[in-house]
């Protein structure tokens, strides 16, 4: 693990190898990443990030939902 990841070091099963196992789409990834790392990294912005992320996820879904209705 790079020095970058460190922040991950703490965790029990990194952010990556609990979406690879649960099939997630790289949306659902990048939400639980930043949701995970956000106090001991990004703070507020990882926050903020993964508000940003659910927003897309929500507009996507809702166009997909749209275009089969």
Known sequence: MSELDAHYTKLKIQPIDFS???NLDAMQHTIIKYVVRF???GGMRDL???RHTIDLL???EGKKNDDTN
């Open 20 to 22: 690879m196992a649960n």
């Open 39 to 41: 106090r001991d990294k």
């Open 48 to 50: 903020l990030a993964a």
């Open 58 to 60: 929500i507009a996507h």
